[in-house]
């Protein structure tokens, strides 16, 4: 946020202050970005237009703005990011080839789940997820596994945000929450069934680091019609420990 204090801020200090308003990810409206920014809202709209037309921003039909996929590929050739999506992509080709369906990785930024990649089958039921898609981490299953291993002040931000509830079975109170987190924790996966996406269930696994610590979170998404076959908790869970394996 620009801070009105320090005098008249540059141009730079104006888009970064822009930049900083999509920090927790979403859609934003207009006025919502000024506010987050600190900016007046004709200064906002102009320096909106620039990140739109550079194609660091993408406004949507309903005059929302959202993070472009010009800024996310900025971000992704930081190194580790590269790193875990050349060790992952071997595993999610297996997990597309023996589902068909949709096969996620994803990491956690602040309170939402980024997805680094995502490979789909021709026949896979619609998601609103895509590569540099930034969801709420209560929402999804590698959201949920990411929030189930980070540090408790992380949930307690969460539920200070008020999480959304998209659809009747998406988790929103703290005890669902952490009831939830309690069991990702204890058998290692999480098993969502239409919690953000209609007709949709998805299994989502830990991917761990050489220490050991949740580094990123591998998923399937498939119609809920298949949600009894065995390979998808086996699949997720292989695919996890593999990507874990080759990163060190």
Do not use: C
């Not at 909106?48 to 660091?56: I, M, S």
């Not at 900025?74 to 992952?88: I, K, M, N, S």
């Not at 309690?182 to 007709?199: F, H, K, M, Q, Y």
């Amino acid at each position: 946020m620009v801070d009105g204090r320090s005098g008249n801020p540059g141009v730079a200090e104006k888009l970064f202050a822009i930049a900083d308003a999509f920090q927790r990810g979403g859609e934003l409206t207009l006025t919502e970005v000024a506010q987050r920014a600190g900016l007046p809202i004709s200064t906002t709209h102009r320096l909106l237009a620039e990140w739109t037309r550079w194609g660091g921003l993408v406004r949507g039909e309903d005059g929302t703005y959202r993070v472009g996929m010009k800024l996310w590929r900025l971000g992704a050739r930081q190194p580790t990011a590269r790193r875990l999506r050349d060790a992952a992509r071997p595993y999610l080709d297996d997990l597309l080839d023996a589902t068909g369906e949709h096969v996620h990785l994803a990491v956690r930024d602040d309170l939402g789940a980024v997805y680094l990649e995502r490979l789909s089958g021709n026949d896979a039921v619609p998601v609103i997820s895509d590569v540099g898609t930034r969801l709420p981490l209560h929402a999804t299953g590698v959201g949920l596994v990411l929030l189930a291993h980070s540090p408790p002040e992380v949930l307690d931000a969460v539920l200070a945000a008020g999480p959304r509830r998209y659809l009747p079975n998406t988790l929103t109170t703290e005890g669902e929450l952490r009831a939830r987190l309690a069991e990702i924790r204890l058998t290692g996966v999480d098993d969502s069934v239409e919690e953000l996406t209609r007709g949709a269930f998805s299994v989502a696994a830990p991917v761990r680091d050489a220490d050991g610590s949740v580094v990123a979170a591998v998923s399937i998404v498939a119609r809920v019609e298949r949600r009894g076959e065995p390979q998808f908790v086996l699949g997720v869970r292989m695919a996890a420990r593999g990507i874990s394996a080759a990163l060190g």
